[in-house]
């Protein structure tokens, strides 16, 4: 088990509540340090690590191949839903995201626990699946065409604010779909069946393989990736540099509702 929880106005958040209290076993991922590579001001806020630098971590935290892994967080999902795409996208199959999170966990009345669980590390064979990424070459050259899901809030997928980013604004040709809207009242998933219903009318008839899912960082567009797969449209990808990276640099255009 992996607690990815994570607070984007306090990064250091996250690991102090892990230390607090956790999942009995659960490893802490940080999404900064462990989920995200070097920062160049161009690449965005979360760029991919390398993906052997990222292996090597696994490695590190002593991952098998046969291991399911679980992911979770504060609740609803989001930076879970990062670990678990990363997993995917080198190959490691078996990984799930906690319904509902830490705070189900405790709600339910749980174990907790604030012991650090040793770790043997181990060798892990992961090998990126390039498929499942849509770099920014590939956005630059096909956003026209292509099926975009910004995964943002309505307010700054219109550009009327931008609360962390400098510039306000949408890739070109973009949809909708905030992640947020992928959980019910009670901060789980929604059910399979309308879920798939509520992205089918988003992107009105594009095939799931089409689709490039995004956001401000590439984190909570993971969380899109994975209702999508929950519904059963499978095969979409994500561009991990999102808005953060493509709105870096003023030559790419950029769409705002009037």
Same mark, same amino acid.
């Given at each position: 088990m992996f607690d990815c929880r994570h607070d984007l106005a306090n990064p250091d958040l996250g690991e102090q509540q892990y230390g607090e209290g956790h999942v009995p076993g659960a490893l802490f991922a940080h999404l900064d340090r462990d989920l995200s590579g070097p920062k160049t001001g161009k690449n965005g806020r979360h760029p991919l690590p390398e993906p052997k630098v990222f292996v090597a971590w696994l490695g590190k935290q002593g991952l098998q191949l046969a291991d399911q892994v679980v992911c979770y967080d504060g609740g609803g999902?989001?930076?879970? #839903? *990062?670990?678990?795409?990363?997993? *995917? /996208?080198?190959?490691? &199959? #078996?990984? +799930?995201?906690?319904?509902?999170?830490? +705070?189900? /966990? &405790?709600?339910e009345g749980r174990p907790v626990s604030a012991e650090i669980p040793e770790r043997t590390s181990a060798s892990y064979p992961g090998r990126a699946q390039t498929s499942m990424v849509a770099y920014l070459s590939h956005v630059e050259k096909k956003f026209k065409k292509a099926a975009l899901l910004d995964a *943002?809030? #309505?307010?700054?997928? *219109?550009? !009327?604010? !931008?609360?962390?980013?400098?510039v306000a604004g949408r890739i070109p040709g973009a949809k909708n779909r905030p992640n947020s809207d992928n959980l019910s009242a009670d901060g789980t998933f929604k059910k399979p069946e309308l879920l798939r219903a509520e992205f089918e009318a988003v992107l009105a008839g594009r095939n799931p393989p089409e689709v490039i899912?995004?956001?401000?960082s590439g984190v909570s567009a993971c969380h899109?990736?994975?209702?999508? !797969?929950i519904a059963g449209l499978t095969g979409s990808r994500v561009y991990p540099g999102s808005w953060s990276e493509w709105s870096a640099d003023p030559s790419r255009p950029i769409s705002r509702s009037v």
């Open positions: 999902g989001a930076m879970a #839903s *990062r670990l678990w795409w990363m997993l *995917r /996208w080198v190959g490691h &199959q #078996s990984v +799930a995201v906690l319904d509902g999170g830490f +705070a189900k /966990w &405790q709600q *943002r809030t #309505s307010v700054r997928y *219109r550009g !009327e604010q !931008e609360p962390i980013d400098p899912n995004y956001c401000g899109n990736a994975l209702a999508m !797969e």
